[in-house]
């Protein structure tokens, strides 16, 4: 039962269910009161009022594809459901920007700005579902941020829904939309990537780029996971800028190759897969894979090779998926430490007897080793989570950070804490304190 008085609320426990947890398997998730979906800013306003009124938690969500458990629900919560909220208001071609709601799909966005011959770049791999909300939230990075940044660095303002100094339910304007512009403390930064802990982001400014030559794919098969770790050391040492550079290795390569038979070479223990904007791009990678010891290289010689060369990257996850629940590992290591990290991943595999397959967006040093456990094997899962510490560990040993672009949420709190220490964990927490003194918005996160 909630005290909350707005229309169109859901209690049905079923959507109460559906609506109560993200991706991250591993994740505990509470159980809402109830769950609302606005259709306007003027709707959060009166949905975060009730809450801060009657005492309960908000937690905002997305399309729920996160990976932390940042939008799972704590007891007794609302969930705010922003995917309906999902208009693109103003794409602003002159000034390379655009305006939309939070619910807006990454790619319904980059279809409609392509259509006027303009890109926006950040693309998780969730692209086809993730929200810009939930990407602005979480400061989603993906494939391509290795040459053009993360989603922060596209967010000129935003609109949010507030509480704390201004009453529960203001709306403010932070940010900007012209190119360059100082005034005041950036909170707009601030907010993004605050994983729903500050205000509810109600409409998003987003800078935009002219669409991109199309890039070709360079792919190099490695005898060993090392080799492929150094070959990506040595495109960054030799200046390379290829837009995207993804690892993927052999374990992901099995799965998908048993899931979907595309042909992958079984002596390949590792697979790095290129984007390259520039013909000097693409030979300096082919020469920089063959140097580390690739097996054999392949270069795209048009746009649908090039896109079909990229398909193994695509179905890894879901081939993954099929395999049991997956522990999705987020850490982020500087690039020259990527060869030492993907050695100390296969090494902690195997002391703990943990099936570790490891994709990485591996130009930025961001590993994802994913943890299978046979479902129902509760040792496994005992097992996988001392796997996952010591991975955390080896990261932060290597000047690393224990989440790249996942998020805080509820995975990754502990080691958030090793990471920051003391004095900086209380800084956030008298942030958090100034902004949501009740600590209602999405409490016990990040
Ligand atoms: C197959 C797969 C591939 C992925 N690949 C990538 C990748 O390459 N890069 C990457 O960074 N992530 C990736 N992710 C993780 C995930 O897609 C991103 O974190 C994404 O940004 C989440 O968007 P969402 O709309 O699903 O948000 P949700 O999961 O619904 O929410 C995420 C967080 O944002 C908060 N939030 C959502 N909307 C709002 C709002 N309007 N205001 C305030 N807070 C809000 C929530 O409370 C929560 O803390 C992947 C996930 C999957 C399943």
């Given at each position: 039962?909630?005290?909350?008085?707005?229309?169109?609320?859901?209690?049905?426990?079923?959507?109460?269910?559906?609506?109560?947890?993200?991706?991250?398997?591993?994740?505990?998730?509470?159980?809402?009161?109830?769950?609302?979906r606005p259709q306007s800013t003027e709707d959060v306003q009166d949905a975060v009022k009730a809450c801060a009124a009657n005492g309960v938690p908000i937690v905002p969500r997305g399309a729920g594809t996160g990976l932390s458990g940042g939008a799972n629900a704590t007891d007794g919560c609302l969930v705010l459901d922003l995917s309906r909220m999902n208009r693109i208001i103003e794409i602003d071609a002159e000034n390379l920007l655009a305006v939309v709601q939070p619910g807006v799909v990454n790619d319904d966005l980059k279809k409609a700005v392509a259509a006027q011959g303009l890109w926006y770049p950040p693309d998780p791999a969730s692209s086809p579902w993730s929200t810009i909300g939930g990407n602005v939230a979480t400061n989603a990075g993906g494939l391509c941020c290795l040459k053009y940044g993360v989603t922060r660095d596209y967010v000129l303002g935003l609109e949010v829904v507030m509480g704390g100094p201004v009453s529960y339910g203001t709306a403010v304007k932070l940010g900007r939309r012209t190119n360059k512009g100082?005034?005041?403390?950036?909170?707009?930064?601030?907010?993004?990537?605050?994983?729903?802990?500050?205000?509810?982001?109600?409409?998003?400014?987003?800078?935009?780029?002219?669409?991109?030559?199309?890039?070709?794919?360079?792919?190099?098969?490695?005898?060993?996971?090392?080799?492929?770790?150094?070959?990506?050391?040595?495109?960054?040492?030799?200046?390379?800028?290829?837009?995207?550079?993804?690892?993927?290795?052999?374990?992901?390569?099995?799965?998908?190759?048993?899931?979907?038979?595309l042909g992958i070479e079984p002596d390949t223990e590792a697979m790095l897969l290129a984007r390259a904007e520039t013909p000097?791009?693409?030979?300096?990678?082919?020469?920089?894979?063959?140097d580390a010891g690739a097996a054999w290289t392949e270069r795209s010689t048009d746009s649908a090779e090039a896109e079909a060369l990229f398909a193994a990257r695509r179905l890894t996850y879901p081939a993954l998926e099929r395999l049991g629940p997956l522990l999705t590992e987020d850490v982020c290591v500087p690039r020259s430490a990527i060869p030492v990290m993907l050695a100390r991943i296969e090494e902690i595999g195997t002391r703990h007897g943990v099936q570790i397959a490891t994709i990485a967006h591996a130009g930025d040093g961001n590993l994802?080793?994913?943890?299978?456990?046979?479902?129902?094997?509760?040792?496994?899962?005992?097992?996988?989570?001392?796997?996952?510490?010591?991975?955390?560990t080896e990261a932060l040993a290597l000047g690393g950070t224990v989440t790249g672009e996942h998020g805080v949420g509820l995975l990754k709190r502990d080691g958030m804490i090793r990471e920051l220490g003391p004095d900086v964990c209380s800084l956030q927490q008298s942030v958090k304190h100034t902004l949501d003194p009740l600590n209602l918005f999405n409490p016990g996160k990040a």
């Open positions: 039962m909630t005290t909350l008085d707005l229309p169109g609320l859901l209690t049905d426990p079923a959507t109460l269910e559906n609506l109560s947890h993200d991706e991250a398997e591993w994740a505990p998730a509470g159980t809402p009161a109830a769950a609302f100082v005034a005041g403390y950036d909170l707009t930064s601030l907010l993004v990537g605050s994983e729903g802990t500050l205000g509810v982001v109600t409409e998003i400014t987003l800078r935009l780029r002219p669409a991109p030559r199309p890039p070709a794919t360079v792919v190099g098969a490695f005898a060993s996971l090392v080799d492929a770790g150094q070959a990506v050391a040595l495109s960054t040492r030799r200046g390379l800028q290829p837009a995207a550079l993804e690892l993927i290795d052999r374990a992901c390569l099995q799965a998908v190759e048993d899931w979907k038979h000097e791009d693409a030979d300096g990678l082919v020469a920089a894979f063959t994802h080793p994913l943890l299978i456990t046979p479902p129902g094997d509760d040792n496994a899962r005992i097992a996988a989570q001392a796997a996952f510490e010591d991975i955390i």
